[in-house]
């Protein structure tokens, strides 16, 4: 049901963006499939360039796979979804729709224009805008908040130059010990 709302809500995006569904009808019948977690949403591309819901065990011809945190990793920082993306399948469907979902934008302003009236759906997109804007610093505050407390309270996370000296001994060590192996070598022979 879930799958469904989701659907319905990216194909009215794509209804009034031609570009996209322009893009997505070359890849017709193929079937894309995002693993969040443990959770699977597979869908079909249509002839028109919109998706519809696919049986979960359908053949995907690529597969979207994001850490089940990735939701709250984008609110800190956007970039941070493509970048824990790991993407099997098609590459030519998988470039494609990274390009479209990229650029696809819900003009919300529009949709609610005909119901309010052209200045309170403009008033409303803007505080919703800025509501998300102050969610997504708050987030990415938190974030580094907690993070300088693992790191500088708490023993849980080693600071940085700590890391580093740690990974330095640990070299030096092992050279050590390819020395004395060398050596109890040498004296075998």
């Not at 796979?65 to 998988?94: E, N, R, T, V």
């Amino acid at each position: 049901m879930l799958t469904e709302a989701a659907l319905g809500l990216i194909n009215h995006i794509l209804e009034s963006e031609r570009w996209a569904r322009d893009q997505l009808m070359p890849f017709a019948s193929q079937v894309i499939r995002l693993e969040l977690g443990q959770q699977n949403f597979s869908a079909g591309i249509t002839a028109t360039g919109h998706l519809r819901p696919v049986p979960r065990h359908a053949t995907a011809t690529v597969t979207l796979a994001l850490p089940s945190d990735s939701f709250f990793k984008s609110l800190a920082s956007p970039f941070s979804l493509k970048a824990s993306a790991q993407i099997s399948g098609s590459a030519q469907l998988a470039e494609c729709l990274l390009s479209v979902f990229s650029h696809l934008r819900w003009d919300i302003e529009s949709d609610l224009s005909p119901l309010l009236g052209d200045v309170v759906a403009r008033r409303l997109r803007l505080v919703g805008a800025g509501f998300l804007d102050f969610q997504r610093r708050q987030a990415h505050h938190l974030f580094r908040n907690f993070t300088e407390y693992l790191a500088e309270e708490s023993p849980s996370l080693p600071r940085r130059h700590e890391f580093r000296q740690f990974s330095s001994s640990t070299e030096q060590l092992r050279d050590h010990f390819q020395g004395l192996g060398d050596r109890v070598s040498a004296l075998e022979s």
